[in-house]
């Protein structure tokens, strides 16, 4: 118990020492500094649940939170913090699952492939991250968590200088064990998940087109 906290109370305060670091990049007049929000839908893979539990395939919500740094014109880093809920299919065990997970990425701006529409961008996104789940109702002993790697891509249109609206796709691979014994997967999920988000992007330092 005692190591359990140790280790949950190092891991918070290394996220608020990478955000306290990204607050003071965005100092910078030539960086970009960004903060993102985005809500959309989840659909977990059926190998993360053990026999006779079922998701259904689309599931609401799945929200993001971001704090994006590109310290090259084309090289970035993000951190965010992503919270899905899914629950069970008809016709299977009730359950609900609170999926949370925290990832560090690297971000790479891919615009030169939609430099045909104006004000639109890419960026492609990936790296690795921790995943905790928790189960809610009857089941809400079976929390278990693990460790991650996402990838994903943004379409973004720059509505201002300032502020850019996208959409993501990402898939989030989970690394985790079998559950042992089957019963401790009762109502919980050790898979992976794709996410489709609709969000917005403000420019907090620097300017989101300067560079094209």
Known sequence: MTSSFKLNTNFWLAIAFLIYSFSG????DTSTFKAQFALGVNSPSSSGFVEDFESNSINFPTINLGLQYMFKQRLGVKLDLGYNRFANADNTPEF????T?????AVYDASVITSFV???GAFVHA???FTMIKPLGDYGNNKTSYLNAMAGIELHYGVSD???IYVDASYVKGFSK??????SGFGSFNGDILT???GASISLSGCYYCGD
């Open 127 to 129: 790296g690795p991250g």
């Open 25 to 28: 990049f965005s100092q910078g």
């Open 101 to 105: 997970r925290i990832n560090a990425q």
């Open 162 to 164: 300032k502020l850019s």
């Open 196 to 198: 489709l988000t609709f």
């Open 178 to 183: 079998d559950f042992s014994p089957v019963t």
């Open 96 to 99: 609900k699952v609170n999926y």
């Open 118 to 120: 104006d004000n639109l």
